[in-house]
């Protein structure tokens, strides 16, 4: 089976300050805000490619997310489970950022997300 292509790709971040970062990002590196979750600001670097910094107060932050965007999240996860990788967290809906997906992790043990936005204000950001 061949899966389809990923659409676009995000790498989130993050950070105990969310409006200092996004003052920096917005105003220094003049990145434009495509998506304002609340607690996650997502930024356009070129075409397909995002940063998105998420808030994380009082915990110490552990890494990375590398984010693919693709409309067939369940797809992707059997095609995962069909070549032995083994999910972290099966796919599913998550509300508070409007978004489904599953979460694995590659072989240095860096956490890859593959997700679809539910939210509408995606589409329309970009």
């Not at 693919?68 to 998550?94: C, I, M, Q, S």
Request: some cysteine; proline content about 6%; overall charge negative.
């Amino acid at each position: 089976m061949t899966q389809t292509p990923f659409k676009e790709q995000i790498t989130f971040l993050y950070t105990a300050d969310l409006a200092r970062t996004s003052h920096f990002y917005e105003t220094v590196l003049e990145l434009p805000l495509v998506l304002d979750q609340g607690s996650c600001h997502i930024y356009r670097v070129s075409g397909g490619a995002y940063l998105g910094f998420c808030e994380r107060t009082g915990t110490k932050p552990e890494g990375v997310i590398i984010t693919f965007v693709a409309d067939d999240v369940d797809g992707w996860a059997k095609h995962l489970r069909n070549r032995e990788v083994t999910l972290e967290k099966d796919p599913a809906y998550n509300p508070a950022y409007g978004i489904y997906h599953c979460f694995f992790r590659d072989p240095n043990g860096y956490l890859l997300e593959i997700q679809r936005f539910e939210n509408p204000a995606w589409g329309h950001s970009r």
